[in-house]
């Protein structure tokens, strides 16, 4: 079995464990990207990744914030802001039948005067949105969304 193959056995069978990194500006703009690769292709989404197995939490928060956006920083300078369950139709393989499960422990990280960004390969490109901006956007996934569905509730 193949790399490919093994991790589509995993997202198959079991749920996965992510962190989002929800990341507002001085303006209170929040930093989204326009995935390019399932699940969510397409959409804006707010930065994150999985969590690597044996990887302690707070490694994983460095890497994924150095991955998604290029920036160093700690996990203790963002807020827990709670475990959400993101689930989709589709898979990171596009195979037919095969959804996947995030289980994510969503972090809110206030950077009032950015550093510059710079994207990854998941993204198309990465920009800021105001509140209302993202939460009307069609094409802001609702997984993103709901950070925020509660500011407005």
């Known amino acids: ?3 490919k193959e093994r ?3 995993i997202v198959r069978g079991t749920p996965l464990v992510s962190i989002d990194l929800v990341i507002e500006d001085g303006a209170r703009r929040v930093l ?5 690769n399932e699940p969510a292709r397409g959409c804006w989404f ?6 690597l197995k044996d990887e302690r939490l707070d490694h994983a928060f460095s890497r994924i914030l150095l991955r998604e ?23 990171f393989a596009g195979s037919p039948g095969v ?17 510059p960004i710079r994207a990854d390969d998941q993204h ?3 920009e800021w949105m105001s509140i209302p901006q993202l939460l009307a956007d069609p094409g802001v996934h609702e997984n993103t969304k709901v950070y925020y569905r ?3 509730e």
């Open 69 to 91: 956006v290029g920036w160093t920083g700690t996990r203790d300078k963002a807020e827990f802001i709670g475990v959400y369950e993101h689930f989709y139709p589709a898979n």
């Open 1 to 3: 079995m193949n790399s």
């Open 150 to 152: 509660q500011d407005v």
């Open 99 to 115: 959804t996947t499960h995030y289980v994510a422990l969503a972090y809110r990280l206030i950077v009032p005067d950015p550093p």
């Open 46 to 51: 707010v930065p994150g990744g999985r969590v």
């Open 32 to 36: 989204v990207g326009k995935r390019v």
């Open 124 to 126: 198309e490109h990465l």
């Open 7 to 9: 991790q589509l056995e």
